[in-house]
Structure formats: C-alpha cells, structure tokens
C-alpha cells in the first residue's frame, strides 16, 4: 500500500465531510428573518395538527418528561457556512409522532413569530429530526431557537425552525417562508439545492 504524504490531504478541514459549496466556521452565526420571540417555558407548548384537524399537544413538561437523545450533528446553512460536531439534546420526532394517525406526505413546520417551513413528512420520522431544547450541555439560547428549535441537519439549516410551536401535515406541498421566496423545496445540501431549479 503507497504512503501517501501528509501534504496531498490537505488541511484538516478539508477532511471532514463539506457539501459542496460550503466552508467551515467555528463559531455559531445566528440568521434570523424577523426579531427574537420571547416565549416562556409556561406559555411554551408544541402541537401537531393533523389534516383532518386533530390536535396532538404538549406542554413544555410534558415534553421534557418523554425520552431525549443526544445527537451530535454536522449544519448546513444556505448562506455556505457548515459547522462540525454540534452536540444537542431533544426528543425524537419520531416519539411525538408515536400516536398520530394520519396518511400525509407533507409537513409545515411552525414558529412563534410567524416562521413557516415546508419538508416531506418522511424527512422528520426514523432518527431524523428532532425538537431541540439544548445545545452544547446548556439551555438552548433564545438567538438560537430556545427554549425550542426543530431540528432536520440532513437538510439546509433553514428548514431548522427556531421557536418551533407545531408542526401542520399536509396531503399537499405548500411553500414556508423561504420556500415562497425562491429557496429549493426541499434544501439537500449534498445536492446543492439552494434554490427553486437546482
Ligand atoms: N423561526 C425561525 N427559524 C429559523 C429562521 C428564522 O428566521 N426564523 N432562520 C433559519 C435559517 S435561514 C437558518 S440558517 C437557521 C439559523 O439558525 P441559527 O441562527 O441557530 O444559526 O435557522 C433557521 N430557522
Ligand atoms: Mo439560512
């Protein structure tokens, strides 16, 4: 088997696993649309509102009392800056979907302050997604989506939703906010699909 010297791989960050298009930082950039919703954990509730209209809720207890994980994730944000080994911990969404019936392929995830974004159904189910509440072993800070964010890290960092409060299924597509601005409907950044037609 060659040697292959040092010099050919490159620097170390050049290593890790970056889609195509994006750099790595370090530190957390915070984008947000619209100004930081202040929600307490009382007020805090989360629901899945089916098609045909039934509501599945959960207080933010209630949510801290059903199994969490810990995953540690790599992010893609559009805006081309990736970050390595971010450690979180949150239920799966596979959990809060345990006892919803209900056949739709598409889901609209929801915000306090008015946030909407759009992915297939399939793409928060089977260790996929997860409602985060923290990140880095503290309190997830409100820049960042606390007290709670989605999180999909397969797909662009937009489809995270910060200060997520529900999640609507849908039996069709329907643009989010970024969605209805020209950002792909669906954001792999392993395909680099940043906007409609890519
Ligand atoms: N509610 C809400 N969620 C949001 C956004 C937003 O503006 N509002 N911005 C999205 C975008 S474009 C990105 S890149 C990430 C940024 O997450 P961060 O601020 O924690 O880095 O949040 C996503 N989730
Ligand atoms: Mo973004």
Redesign the pocket.
């Given at each position: 088997m060659a040697v292959i010297s040092r010099g050919f791989h490159g620097r170390r960050s050049e290593r890790r696993d970056l889609p195509p298009g994006q750099y790595e930082v370090h530190d957390?950039?915070?984008?947000?649309?619209?100004p930081t919703p202040r929600v307490t954990r009382e007020d805090w509730e989360f629901t899945i509102t089916t098609a045909a209209g039934a509501r599945h809720r959960w207080s933010w207890d209630e949510l801290l009392a059903l199994p969490s994980e810990t995953p540690t994730v790599d992010?893609h944000?559009?805006?081309k800056w990736s970050k390595f080994g971010t450690r979180w911990q949150g239920v799966s969404l596979d959990t809060l979907f345990e006892d919803v019936e209900d056949d739709s392929e598409y889901a609209m995830a929801q915000?306090?302050?008015g946030?909407t974004?759009d992915l297939p159904l399939e793409d928060l189910l089977d260790g996929k997604a997860w409602i985060a509440y923290s990140y880095d072993n503290g309190d997830l800070p409100a820049?960042?989506?606390g007290p709670a964010?989605l999180l999909v890290p397969h797909l662009?960092?937009?489809?995270?939703?910060?200060?997520?409060n529900g999640i609507r299924l849908m039996d069709h597509d329907e643009p989010g906010?970024?969605e209805g601005l020209g950002y792909h409907e669906y954001g792999d950044p392993w395909r680099e699909q940043r906007y409609q037609g890519d």
């Open positions: 957390f950039p915070v984008l947000s649309a619209g992010l944000c559009v805006t915000s306090y302050g946030y974004t820049e960042h989506g964010r662009y960092l937009w489809k995270s939703a910060k200060w997520v906010f970024w």
